[in-house]
Every structure is written in structure tokens, then in C-alpha cells.
């Protein structure tokens, strides 16, 4: 199926540091959701974008959607150790079925 | 409390052997899924299901097989068919037509190894 292309793979921090992770599709997308997944745990929901241009804060996480509708961006402000997982994003293929990207792994140092 | 419960959570099987990893929820969700994950890698979808008695292959349903007589459950049995079957499988369900305005909602998982 079409994929959706997750940059970087892994990201390791000092805490405190930003952290970025983006979202790439080749098609346009209806919408775009993102999860984390805590370490030997299962991925939990976060956050869905469907406009264009649209951005969406959660205390220190910032997520965007493209103008054109084929990229976003998940960006974490002052990184904690309760932030460390893999998050991942995933579009929307036909009605039902939700494609996942590859994550990226965040490891913080204290 | 309301969510999905997947059973077991470790499995150890022979080669050769059929097992069945059970998934239950009472979210009244009409829509259940099956993912794969490998280690580092992402989820793969095995198999769908919108409603009672009825279900889609995923991107990865060869050795697979699954069922959907109630609504609460939806169980997926790896066939000796399944090359690969060593992996953490999650279940996970959403509201009918809830991925255009809504999300999934994932068990905890089930790791199987095969030995």
C-alpha cells in the first residue's frame, strides 16, 4: 500500500532539548493522525489534523498539517523523560483503514 | 471501565502449530482491527472488520485467519502458514466511519514466540 515516510527513525535528547518529527506522504491526505508508544507498551492516540495550514498545541507538543496537505509535523518544546516512546503518524487509505509510518524512537538523556 | 482486552498477553508456540489470540471490547466500537509490529518497525494491518460477520484482508493477511461472529470480539488465529509469526500483535477498534472523524483504540498486546 501507499506509505507514509517518518524522518528521523530514532532522536536522542538532552533533556530539555526541542524534539521534531515529520510526516511525508507522495499523495495528498484527507487527514493525518498521530499516536505514541511508550516503551513495551501500545500505541495511544493523540491527536487527528484534517484542515490544511492547520496547527494544534498540547501543552508542549505542536502539530502541524501542510498547506498542501502532504506533510506534517509532530514538535515537542523542552523535552521530559515522560515524552520518551516512538511516535508515529498515520493517514487515512479509503474509508477504514489506517496506515502507519515507520515511527520515530525519542530517547532522552537526563 | 471500557477498552479492549487481549489474551494472552506472552505466547510461546511450536512450529507447526496453529494458535488463536483473543480480542474482546466493550467500547460498542462496530469496527475491529488486527496489526503486526516488528521490532523498530511500524504496524502493519492483517485484517479489518466494520461489522458483524464480515471482514477485510489487511496488507498482511496471508497465514492468518479471523472470525467476527459478535461484536465484542474478534480473534485471530496465525496458521502454520505464517512464515514469521514471531512478532507483538495488537488489537485495536473504533467507532463505525470513526477513522474520518475519530481514532483507534489498541489493547495492550500479544507477544508470540515461536520456538
Known amino acids: 500500500g501507499q506509505q507514509v515516510m517518518q524522518i528521523p527513525q530514532y532522536q536522542h535528547v538532552q533533556e530539555g532539548e526541542d524534539f521534531t518529527t515529520y510526516c511525508n506522504s507522495s499523495?495528498?491526505?484527507?487527514?493525518i493522525q498521530w499516536y505514541k508508544q511508550r516503551p513495551g507498551g501500545h500505541p495511544v492516540f493523540l491527536i487527528q489534523?484534517?484542515?490544511?495550514?492547520e496547527v494544534k498545541k498540547q501543552k508542549r507538543l505542536t502539530f502541524q498539517f501542510g498547506e498542501a496537505k502532504k506533510n506534517s509535523s509532530l514538535h515537542i518544546t523542552a523535552t521530559q523523560t515522560t515524552d520518551v516512546g516512538t511516535y508515529f503518524c498515520?493517514?487515512?487509505?479509503?474509508?477504514?483503514?489506517?496506515?502507519f509510518g515507520q515511527g520515530t524512537r525519542l530517547t532522552i538523556n537526563p | 471501565d471500557g477498552g479492549i482486552t487481549q489474551s494472552p498477553k506472552y505466547l510461546f508456540r511450536k512450529e507447526g502449530q496453529n494458535v488463536t489470540l483473543s480480542c474482546e471490547q466493550n467500547?460498542?466500537?462496530?469496527?475491529m482491527y488486527w496489526y503486526r509490529q516488528d521490532p523498530g518497525q511500524g504496524l502493519r494491518l492483517i485484517y479489518y472488520?466494520?461489522?458483524?460477520?464480515?471482514?477485510q484482508k489487511g496488507d498482511i493477511a496471508e497465514g492468518y485467519s479471523v472470525s467476527r461472529e459478535k461484536k465484542e470480539s474478534f480473534p485471530l488465529t496465525v496458521t502454520s502458514a505464517q512464515k514469521n509469526p514471531t512478532a507483538f500483535y495488537l488489537c485495536?477498534?473504533?467507532?463505525?466511519?470513526?477513522?474520518?472523524?475519530?481514532?483507534?483504540?489498541f489493547g495492550e498486546g500479544s507477544r508470540l514466540t515461536v520456538l
Open positions: 485495536a477498534s473504533s467507532i463505525w466511519g470513526g477513522l474520518a472523524t475519530g481514532e483507534l483504540f
Open positions: 499523495t495528498t491526505l484527507s487527514n
Open positions: 489534523l484534517v484542515k490544511s495550514g
Open positions: 498515520a493517514k487515512l487509505q479509503g474509508a477504514q483503514k489506517l496506515v
Open positions: 467500547l460498542n466500537h462496530d469496527a
Open positions: 472488520s466494520q461489522i458483524v460477520n464480515d471482514f
